[in-house]
């Protein structure tokens, strides 16, 4: 074939450049955090492009909706480098023809083409985690769990045991063993469970994330499916490889069963996913699958100075498992990382709005600079703190606009139009009338699926007082949604008819109804760019905006600027000038709920290390003193925090100490052992008392 245009490989070092020209053969680029790997793998995807590869043929698998974007906005920036003949005419075109997404995205798009063929219905519909959960809820409240069972696993644990199953093919005896030993007990249950919520989906046309990758993992092992599949694309890319799941592994087993131009992208020390059943073994099995990859190792890293290397370093070489790597860094020195001491954590919001001001004075943009945090609830005080001063900010991660109540609510509706048979949805609209509760909604739902889905079945129903202003309307908008296909109603006309309805409910059933209604004209705004009602619901499913910010930006304003406020976990993969990690206690990283486990708190350590390579120039670590605790057994307190285990030690060493606030640091970092001997000396006092 042709070859590489030199523009493209005249950034990149030796070892890039070997990984972006490969041909052939399957690929793994195993590698430290900022060494240039995904840069890489853009790079390689244009290259292939440039080589005469046909773009809807290259299939990019990331692990968010805005990796995905970012990585095919870089190739085609790497296109308009090329102005050589052996460049696509239009850059633009050839960055979009390529097929990018999670897993999930693209096989919610794959079945939709072939869905029929497997026997599902045309208008299935994907379910959410959330969503899945209330399934999950509403399922065993029906069965009759046994009563000697009073503490029944909550919803939550149920549907993660159960996605645990299907992601890692281990069956539930030897999950529940080896992971939830607490719930062995409940096997039986959850078994019933597990097979009753399995039948409620196949009753109602509805599939959550885990389905959508098991039907395509089934597909291609299909005689006649399988052939077809693997012939649709003749590259398959996949970034962050370290968190994907032993499920999806399969999949691309099956895709490039030789591994012929299969390239995969990772770094061990960042895999962070293992509580959803991602597997580091994915990576160390890749070259025992594909006997005849090539590795390509990347030592260099362009993102962080020296001292933050450094740290970073330290912090991993703790870790029990690991593959070795040192990082380098191209850029040498620089600062050091900073370990700021609050005494509580207004301090340390107040001091990080401080600094964060005082960096833009320096030059530095509010969109380069980052505060991470381990839990989405430790930003509060943060986020009240950033108000009040005016300093714009954007949050990742926790709550999703689409995970609202309101705008589920409004969701709902068109769900229940694609999909009449999902009683998830029926139920959720039907109790948004004054004067429906679970009950006349269970029921209401039973009677539309006894009349075989057809919402004739509630003419007859004689509403109660409270409900009767409503229903006329209520039945009318759904008979029009239903019929919203021969109506020629645009996904924005469908959007405003919920809209103008649920405005009249809103105040029964939501506090704040006027910023939610906000919300809902944004929703509004946004599904106008769907072109149908099922992509629509697909795509909010799947790849979610995450916040309105996100949706009122349409497109992108490229001189907004704003902070970063984000969780660690959807840090991944990004870097900024500037990074706040908050809240460096043990309790939070690592977090309390990993204690139980050597292997829970590797991955918090990992974490911990995915936080600190975040940062090119600047880092602060920052440790409140005293945290108010609302702890199990324990009266509401103010509590001390000890520094995390993984930046104490040695590795306290690479810092620079300074307090937040006016008031001096202790002589040494408050610890509660001193405050242990303060509490029996009290104790002794008294009792000499007595005596
Ligand atoms: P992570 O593990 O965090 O995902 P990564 O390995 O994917 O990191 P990139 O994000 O691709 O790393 O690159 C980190 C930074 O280094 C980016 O700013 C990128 O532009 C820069 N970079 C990568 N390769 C080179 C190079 N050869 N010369 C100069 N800069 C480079
Ligand atoms: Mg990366």
Not at 43 to 64: C, M, S
Not at 209 to 222: G, S, V
Request: aromatic share 8%.
């Amino acid at each position: 074939g042709a070859t590489t245009p030199p523009n493209l490989l005249s950034d990149l070092n030796e070892d890039q450049r070997i990984a972006v020209t490969h041909e052939g053969g399957p690929l793994l680029i195993v590698a430290g955090a900022g060494t240039g790997k995904t840069t890489t793998l853009t790079h390689r995807v244009a290259a292939l492009i440039a080589r005469g590869a046909d773009p809807r043929r290259i299939l990019l698998l990331t692990f968010t909706r805005r990796a995905a974007a970012e990585m095919l906005q870089r190739v085609e920036a790497s296109l308009r480098k090329i102005d050589t003949p052996s460049g696509p005419s239009d850059p633009r075109m050839a960055a979009r023809g390529v097929v990018g997404g999670t897993f999930h995205a693209v096989s919610a798009r794959l079945l939709r083409q072939f869905g029929s063929g497997v026997g599902l219905p045309p208008d299935f519909t994907v379910v959410d985690r959330a969503d899945a959960e209330d399934i999950v809820n509403a399922v065993r409240g029906e069965l009759e769990l046994p009563q000697k069972m009073p503490k029944f696993p909550k919803k939550a644990t149920c549907t993660a045991v159960y996605s645990r199953i299907v992601n890692t093919g281990v069956g539930l005896t030897e999950t529940l063993e080896n992971d939830y030993p607490h719930l062995i007990d409940f096997s039986d249950g959850l078994r019933d469970l597990f097979r009753s919520y399995r039948e409620r989906k196949r009753a109602e046309a509805v599939l959550d994330y885990d389905d959508l990758l098991l039907y395509w993992d089934q597909l291609l092992a299909d005689e006649r499916a399988g052939p077809m599949l693997r012939k649709q694309f003749d590259h398959v890319l996949v970034d962050e490889y370290q968190d994907t799941n032993p499920l999806q592994a399969s999949i691309l087993r099956q895709l490039r069963p030789d591994g012929d131009g299969l390239t995969v992208v990772g770094d061990d020390a960042q895999a962070i996913y293992g509580f959803r059943g991602a597997t580091v073994r994915n990576i160390l099995d890749f070259t025992d699958t594909f006997g005849d990859a090539t590795i390509v190792p990347l030592e260099l890293n362009y993102r962080s100075r020296q001292p933050i290397l450094d740290l970073a370093n330290d912090v991993i070489g703790g870790a029990t498992e690991r593959l070795e790597k040192n990082l380098r860094a191209s850029r040498p020195d620089g600062p050091r990382p900073m370990l700021v001491r609050a005494q509580d954590e207004a301090e340390q919001a107040s001091f990080i709005a401080d600094e964060v001001l005082a960096l833009t004075e320096q030059g530095f943009e509010l969109r380069g600079q980052a505060v991470l945090f381990r839990s989405s609830y430790h930003s509060a005080p943060l986020e009240i703190e950033l108000n009040r001063r005016g300093i714009p900010f954007h949050k990742y991660g926790g709550i999703k606009f689409i995970e609202t109540a309101h705008v589920k609510d409004l969701v709902a509706f068109l769900r229940l139009a694609e999909n009449p048979r999902d009683s998830l949805s029926a139920r959720r609209v039907l109790t948004l009338l004054p004067g429906i509760g679970e009950k006349s909604a269970a029921r209401l739902a039973d009677r539309l699926r006894e009349a075989d889905h057809d919402f004739a079945a509630w003419d007859d129903f004689n509403p109660p007082a409270a409900t009767k202003e409503f229903w006329p309307g209520f039945v009318k908008l759904l008979r029009q949604l239903l019929g919203a296909d021969d109506a020629w109603m645009s996904v924005e006309e469908q959007v405003r008819a919920v809209r103008l309805f649920y405005d009249g409910l809103i105040e029964f059933v939501h506090d704040h109804a006027a910023t939610r209604r906000k919300d809902l004209e944004q929703l509004e705004v946004l599904s106008a760019r769907s072109s149908d009602r099922r992509s629509f619901l697909t795509e909010m499913t799947l790849d979610p905006p995450t916040s309105t910010r996100e949706l009122a930006s349409r497109p992108p304003e490229e001189d907004e600027d704003f902070l970063t406020l984000s969780t660690i976990h959807s840090a991944k993969g990004l870097e900024f000038d500037a990074v706040f990690v908050m809240n460096c206690y043990d309790g939070a990283i690592p977090s309390d709920m990993s204690l139980e486990s050597d292997e829970k708190i590797d991955e918090e350590r990992r974490l911990c290390y995915v936080a600190l390579t975040r940062a090119r120039t600047h880092l602060y670590c920052c440790h409140p003193l005293r945290q108010y605790t609302k702890r199990r057994g324990l009266s509401d307190a103010y509590g001390f925090t000890p520094l995390s285990r993984f930046l104490s030690g040695d590795v306290q060493s690479r810092f620079n100490e300074r307090s937040a606030g006016g008031e001096p640091l202790p002589e040494k970092p408050l610890s509660t052992e001193p405050l242990a001997n303060v509490r029996s000396a009290v104790d002794q006092r008294l009792d000499s008392m007595w005596d």
